[in-house]
């Protein structure tokens, strides 16, 4: 899926560093899936244009109730908000990059892609009925690996998490006790395991656990040197997690009938697609408070989206939007954002 910016991007991006009057600061808080990305366009930002970004990595909870209580400009969350939740907060929802969950562990002596999994037997690790690495669930689906009788230690986010909602999205998706059990949000009540905060939290828990799993965005398990498995895909491969496979993945999204931008990515078919991969978002009221602020976070985004963003976004291994849903993004912002006097911000 190759990147090609949309011509109505171009037009904002090349007013972007015109030059301010005087620096403009915008703040923003949630996620910690794409908090590296965001960073690093804020550092590139703010070298271009001056005006620096703020970005707090609390979580999507946090994102969310910040914004909803006005005291950041953005707030960003990995889970879709519902439409009613949207509509009586009035915020606009989109997408900035597209990202994969992985499972991370550590088992001395076994390296990154030789452990497989399935989607089941990670829901059975999670929901207290895998306890041993050398279980039989494990072992028949690893014949070659020498697996330890060690207890598994299952580490989960404690805070409100979008990577949460994913990962137990998948679960949802793969098993019916899941499903029935525990369910799909930003926090559920875990069956069993450790809980820590934030992706960098279950990173540096799972690296110092001897016997923990966990589930992390992609980015914080190549930073961290995280040992990563293989899972069974919905076309019944073993599949390592790679860019390649998580633009696989991306492409089956159906933009075209996804409201407010919430496409869904999860255990989509493919012979090779990951099948924990998901938009990440970001929530703009539709009514700013600071209209300067408002319109320097999609003069921002803007120039995210373009080819220079682009690139920064997939060193980092993320996936840039495609062409027609960051038009449809650009259009939502021009009809939806709107000062006191009606005007668009932007």
Known sequence: ????????????????????????????????????????????????????????????????NQIINRTVDFGASDAPVPAEKLESNKLLQFPTVIGAVVPTFNLPGIETGKLKLTGDVLANIYLGKITKWDDAAITALNPDVKLPSQAIVPVYRSDASGTSFIFTSYLADVSADWKGNVGAATSVQWPAGAGA?????????????VGAIGYVEYIYAAANNLVVAQLKNKAGAFIAPDVPNFVEAAAAADWA?????????????????????????VLLPKDPKNIEASRETMKFFAWAYT?????????????????????????????????????PVL
């Open 257 to 281: 009938n996804a409201k407010n931008f919430a496409a869904s990515m999860i255990n989509t078919a493919g012979a090779t697609a990951w099948p924990i991969v998901s938009p990440t978002y």
């Open 197 to 209: 905060k934030g992706n960098e939290g279950v990173s540096g828990t799972v690296k110092n656990t």
């Open 1 to 64: 899926m190759k990147f090609t910016p949309a011509l109505g991007v171009i037009a904002v991006a090349g007013t972007l560093f015109a030059g301010n009057a005087q620096a403009v600061d915008f703040n923003g808080a949630g996620a910690s899936f794409p908090a590296p990305v965001y960073q690093a366009w804020g550092a590139k930002y703010k070298e271009k244009s001056g005006n620096a970004l703020n970005y707090q990595s609390i979580g999507s909870g946090g994102g969310q």
């Open 307 to 343: 080819k220079e963003g682009a690139e920064i976004a997939e060193k980092l291994h993320y996936i840039p939007l495609p062409e027609a849903v960051v038009k449809q993004v650009e259009d939502a912002w021009k009809s939806e954002i709107k000062g006191p006097d009606g005007k």
